[in-house]
């Protein structure tokens, strides 16, 4: 299945201003037709699973923003946005779930309940207002994971583990990432998946994985050193699908593409796909 691509960097690049807290999230209250609209151009792009513009609804998020915001609502309303043009049923809602703190902070500052609270609270109202299944994205410490998987696992929630990882193959609070992908799959996600990440730090430490399960990836497409507000695309679509195929094995269930992305690239996923069946 084609997942479809960035987000935030696409509105970035459109020249909407991200809040600082709140991301491209805050743009679903404040602009909800431009979020409309990228949806709807991933989806006629070909894209089969359109990821709500959640990646901040998150309590710990909203608190930290200062702003006066029902989180009910705020949840509710995003992932409406998603839903809109999508009538067929064919494409699945991903409901997006966001590290409760930023997604590349080492050092936790907020206490374990707060971390339980905050993942149980928004996943749950993902789940609640049609999400299909809950994308828990860019994942990367040990504790939080583990809190994502029971309450998923406990509460029937379909979900997809995606972790971010260093170049060294270690997630940010120091764990090797086939030690975590061990762990993970015990409680039966629907795929696990790598994302955030660029195709070298990809191509270097899936030879070292044993991916007998499913799993997917969306890799950046711009340098590493670039993922800023003065972000530069490195790789064209056609590019980026050429890096992607040596990495399709039978286990791979999705793919999309990350930070710098577009529609663009979408399309030329979808397209090589439909002509390969």
Not at 223 to 233: G, N, Q, R
Request: net charge negative; charged share 20%.
């Amino acid at each position: 299945m084609i997942l479809d691509g960035a987000m935030g960097s696409s509105l970035e690049m459109l020249g909407e201003e991200l809040h600082p807290k709140l991301w491209a999230s805050y743009l679903n209250f404040t602009k909800p037709e431009i979020v409309s609209e990228l949806h709807n151009s991933y989806l006629n792009a070909g894209a089969d699973i359109i990821t709500t513009n959640t990646f901040r609804t998150n309590p710990v998020a909203v608190d930290s923003s200062g702003l006066t915001i029902d989180k009910v609502k705020f949840v509710e309303s995003s992932v409406e946005l998603a839903k809109r043009n999508i009538y067929d049923g064919k494409v699945l809602i991903a409901g997006s779930n966001a590290p409760a703190e930023d997604c590349y902070q080492k050092k936790r500052t907020i206490s374990r309940q707060e971390l339980i609270d905050n993942h149980q609270t928004h996943i749950s109202l993902l789940y609640e207002f049609g999400s299909d299944f809950i994308l828990n994205e860019t994942q990367s410490h040990f504790d939080e994971i583990e809190i994502i998987c029971e309450f998923c696992a406990k509460e029937n929630f379909p979900f997809v583990i995606s972790i971010y990882f260093t170049n060294d193959g270690r997630i940010l609070s120091g764990e090797k990432l086939d030690v975590l992908l061990d762990f993970v799959v015990k409680y039966s996600p629907i795929a696990v998946g790598l994302n955030c990440i660029s195709f070298q730090t990809l191509q270097k430490i899936l030879p070292e994985l044993k991916m007998n399960y499913n799993f997917g990836f969306y890799c950046n497409v711009c340098k590493p050193a670039s993922v800023s507000k003065k972000m530069s695309v490195d790789l064209s679509p056609q590019n980026y699908l050429e890096q992607i195929k040596p990495n399709i094995t039978e286990k791979t269930k999705f793919i999309g593409s990350c930070c710098g992305s577009s529609p663009a690239y979408t399309k030329v996923l979808k397209d090589y796909f439909n002509a390969k069946n």
